[in-house]
Structure formats: structure tokens, C-alpha cells
């Protein structure tokens, strides 16, 4: 791939190259190994598509032993949130008790993520706390602290890494940002 792509109607240029996305995992990831090294077998929650690639980088880092799950939600339509989240396909083991760590690609206005942690604490775990690649704090809207934020971006519309325009973009290595 070059350093400007098109998908769909959009063009797109490198915004966050591979390595420095590589480098913000491998921080994050050191502050979860210190927070959960002594807790029992914590769960990582991936919320899919978008967080599978970062999910998949991240828990290669981790050290503790612990489980994986994922969850799939829906709430983008083209380039902005619809400001509804739908859950299409949900969480079948219990996390009574247990310590979990939702794993997400971006955190945008906190819709989902807040729908999210509120279904979760019905099921009574013992913690939940969420580690995002990717967070827009112009756009939060939310009053639950993001914990683990990998890097902090503007508003931009991104694609790359898991993060997909209407489903393409997804599998790129390094993160696009809209042109035009």
C-alpha cells in the first residue's frame, strides 16, 4: 500500500505508521501486566470487527495468564456513530466474580462502550475496565473513565488496523485518516 489509498467514494492518507501503532500496544499492554499480575485469570473482552487486530497484538504482550472472548456491536452507518448500538452476537460465559478487560478498537462519543459495561455489570463481575486502541476525547460524551488508552486522537474519520470504512480498510497495517 502506498501512503494514499482509496476506498469507496474516499480517499484516505497514513496518518499512524505500523511501528508507533506497535509501540502505543506495547505500552498499554505494560500497564495492564502491572494492574492484573496478581488478579486470577481475567478475561479480555473483544468487541468485534474492529478490535481484532488489536486484540491480537495486545494479548501477545500480556503476561498473566487469562481468558479471551469476544462480542460483536453495532452502532457506525458509513462515517459517523448512529447513536445506536445493536448487539449481534453476545457474551455466553459468566463473569461472576470475574475481572474483565473490554478490548476495543476506538472509543468515539461512548455509546457502545457505555451499552456495554452496562449489560456487563448485571452479570455481576468483579471489575470492569476497558483498553482502547484508539480514543476521541472531543468526542466522549460518556462520565466512565477510559483507563487504558492506547493513543488519543482528534476527530478524524480513521481506517486500518481493524477499523474499516463500510467493511474495507480493515486489514491495512498502518492508520489512514479521510482526505477528502
Known amino acids: 500500500m502506498g501512503d494514499t489509498i482509496k476506498l469507496h467514494d474516499k480517499k484516505f492518507k497514513i496518518m499512524i ?17 502491572r494492574d492484573y499480575a496478581d488478579k486470577e485469570t481475567p478475561l479480555f473482552l473483544g468487541i468485534l470487527n474492529g478490535s481484532f487486530m488489536f486484540m491480537s497484538d495486545l494479548i501477545k504482550k500480556i503476561e498473566f495468564q487469562n481468558e479471551l472472548s469476544f462480542v460483536k456491536l ?32 476506538i472509543v468515539d462519543t461512548g455509546e457502545s462502550i457505555d451499552h456495554m459495561i452496562r449489560d456487563l455489570e448485571t452479570r455481576k463481575p468483579a471489575s470492569i475496565e476497558v483498553c482502547t486502541l484508539f480514543f476521541k476525547p472531543g468526542s466522549y460524551r460518556k462520565e466512565r473513565p477510559i483507563k487504558y488508552r492506547a493513543m488519543e486522537i482528534g476527530n478524524e474519520f480513521i481506517v486500518g488496523y481493524g477499523l474499516d470504512y463500510d467493511q474495507l480498510g480493515r486489514s491495512l497495517k498502518d492508520i489512514y485518516v479521510v482526505t477528502e
Not at 17 to 33: G, L, M, S, W
Not at 74 to 82: F, I, K, M, Q, W
Not at 96 to 104: A, L, M, N, P, Q
Open 17 to 33: 505508521p505500523a511501528a508507533e501503532i506497535d509501540r502505543a500496544v506495547e505500552a498499554v499492554a505494560q500497564r495492564i501486566n
Open 74 to 105: 453495532a452502532s457506525y452507518e458509513g462515517t459517523e456513530s448512529s447513536g445506536h448500538v445493536r448487539s449481534l452476537i453476545g457474551l455466553n460465559n459468566s463473569i461472576e466474580g470475574r475481572h474483565v478487560i473490554i478490548v476495543e478498537d
